[in-house]
T-cell receptor, first 116, second 112 residues
Framework: EPEVTQTPSHQVTQMGQEVILRCVPI?????FYWYRQILGQKVEFLVS????????KSEIFDDQFSVERPDGSNFTLKIRSTKLEDSAMYFC??????????????FGDGTRLSIL | DAKTTQPNSMESNEEEPVHLPCNHS???????IHWYRQLPSQGPEYVIH???SNVNNRMASLAIAEDRKSSTLILHRATLRDAAVYYC?????????????FGKGTKLTVNP
């Protein structure tokens, strides 16, 4: 069964440094998402991306964050200047376009980001 | 987003059925009921969804109350691999939002 893959599985970065988290969504999917989960807390939506542009973003997704689909297979999340509070699991997800709202979102296993 | 209420935790024995409840008394007519689960150290995983009628798939069954103010996810024979946090999520078909709004969910423990 096709799956969403994320790399790296664990990223350790110094505060203030830039970090790029990478995702390869399922190949025929057209909607892409990033979520995060701070340890012990709920899974939180960050951003959705469709047709090469952001379709929705949360209050968390401020100017420090950006997303890009640099080629036909990758989807990236960049944090420009990391803060301690950015430490979390970051999940990428993708879904098909057909029937929109009721298409399941398929999640990767996440990248654990640790900010020192 | 309409709110859902789930028990914080439930426990089951292996090979027994599990009924995971969800209350959504403020559900609107265009809200679909979705269930996801999150196994330890993994991302969320879609389980099932429905609108009014009961639904079955290879993973589970979804029983929806006639007034739609509650629903129950049924695992017919729990296995150790079903130990996870289960999330009941409402998605508005007319809301235009693609995001999933996760609550705290129900942590299911399966005893051998």
């Amino acid at each position: 069964e096709p799956e969403v893959t994320q790399t790296p599985s664990h990223q350790v970065t110094q505060m203030g440094q830039e970090v790029i988290l990478r995702c390869v969504p399922i190949s025929n999917h057209l909607y892409f998402y990033w979520y995060r989960q701070i340890l012990g807390q709920k899974v939180e939506f960050l951003v959705s991306f469709y047709n090469n542009e952001i379709s929705e973003k949360s209050e968390i997704f401020d100017d420090q964050f950006s997303v890009e689909r640099p080629d036909g297979s990758n989807f990236t999340l960049k944090i420009r200047s990391t803060k301690l509070e950015d430490s979390a699991m970051y999940f990428c997800a993708s879904s098909e376009e057909l029937q929109g709202i009721n298409q399941p979102q398929h999640f990767g296993d996440g990248t654990r980001l640790s900010i020192l | 987003d309409a709110k859902t209420t789930q028990p914080n935790s439930m426990e089951s024995n292996e090979e027994e059925p599990v009924h995971l409840p969800c209350n959504h008394s403020t559900i609107s007519g265009t809200d679909y009921i979705h269930w996801y689960r999150q196994l330890p150290s993994q991302g969320p995983e879609y389980v099932i969804h429905g609108l009014t009628s009961n639904v079955n798939n290879r993973m589970a069954s979804l029983a929806i109350a006639e007034d739609r103010k509650s629903s129950t996810l049924i695992l017919h024979r729990a296995t150790l691999r079903d130990a996870a946090v289960y999330y009941c999520i409402l998605r508005d078909a007319q809301g235009g939002s693609e995001k999933l709004v996760f609550g705290k969910g129900t942590k299911l423990t399966v005893n051998p």
